[in-house]
């Protein structure tokens, strides 16, 4: 079922209209006084009650809002055009609001690819752009978009590791964009149906569950160790190799072998250590 237009006047001129009706017949009471004949009473009174009966076809439409209008249990349409609007008086009409709407999901607690258990939570950012699928196709869209939400977000959580071992493999720690990405085409293709628009998703909450918390913390500062020692060795050899070629170049001494390799087993200590260094002064020769 697709939204299509209902059927609205402009309200202002029907409630002028209404009001002449109304003013017409109570001055004719008035100026018929207790000797009003019967038709003249009967007109007085059938402009009264049409009056009000044409009255109950008022209606406001807000910014950014539609009124679903129904016939008998049919639909007629939904009028979308702003102010005071005037349609058939049998037509049942329902509120939807066009507006942009958020919500937070809760923390679930999912596995991630790798099967370890984590917490996690979305921010969705919706709004409905079919009137008539968000109120005849589901029987409450709010709660369907809150359900749908949080499968899709156990869903897209079980394709990603929490942190990938791969660079070329995106994991919910380090590739937020395609996450967010993946998260949204997933909640969007649930909420399609029901005539309803995902404008935005993202994490709002991303952490391991408690029991392994700890663990996985552990696991988090070793690899930071390891790759902190990593690039500490790589530019420490650096630095060696370029001071060697140095000296070569500008001749300032010449040194075989041996005293190459102490030398480099001297500034490796000095750039790969973790403490300041105390230097040594050497008075003797390797030789002796």
């Not at 202002?12 to 009473?41: D, K, M, R």
């Not at 480099?264 to 002064?281: K, W």
Request: aromatic share 6%; hydrophobic share 45%.
């Amino acid at each position: 079922m697709n939204e299509r237009s209902a059927f609205s006047l402009p309200g202002i001129p029907v409630l002028l209209v209404l009001l002449l009706c109304g003013l017409g017949g109570a001055t004719q009471l008035a100026t018929s006084g207790n000797q009003a004949a019967p038709p003249t009473f009967f007109l007085a009174a059938g402009l009264f009650i049409l009056a009000g009966f044409l009255a109950k076809g008022l209606f406001q439409v807000q910014p950014n809002q539609g009124q679903v209008m129904q016939l008998f249990g049919k639909y007629a349409g939904t009028a979308r055009i702003e102010g005071l609007r005037w349609t058939n008086p049998f037509y049942s009409r329902r509120p939807v609001s066009l507006r942009v709407r958020n919500f937070e999901s809760s923390k679930l607690k999912v596995n991630d690819a790798d099967g370890n258990p984590i917490e996690i939570a979305a921010i969705v950012v919706w709004q409905v752009v079919d009137t008539a699928e968000a109120v005849f196709c589901v029987d409450n869209f709010e709660n369907f978009v809150l359900i749908q939400s949080e499968s899709a977000l156990r869903q897209m959580a079980q394709s990603y590791s929490y942190d990938a071992h791969d660079d070329s493999k995106p994991s919910l720690r380090s590739h937020g964009e395609i996450v967010n990405g993946h998260l949204r085409d997933e909640i969007e293709a649930r909420l399609m149906k029901a005539g309803m628009q995902v404008v935005e998703a993202r994490i709002s909450h991303l952490a391991y569950a408690q029991e392994i918390a700890q663990a996985m913390l552990q696991r988090q500062q070793a690899n930071a160790i390891v790759a902190a020692r990593e690039r500490i060795v790589e530019g420490a050899v650096g630095m060696v190799a370029m001071a060697l070629d140095k000296l070569r170049e500008q001749g300032v001494v010449e040194l075989d072998e041996e005293r190459k390799a102490a030398m480099v087993s001297n500034l490796l200590v000095v750039l790969c250590g973790d403490r300041s260094t105390q230097p040594v002064v050497n008075a003797g020769s390797l030789y002796s």
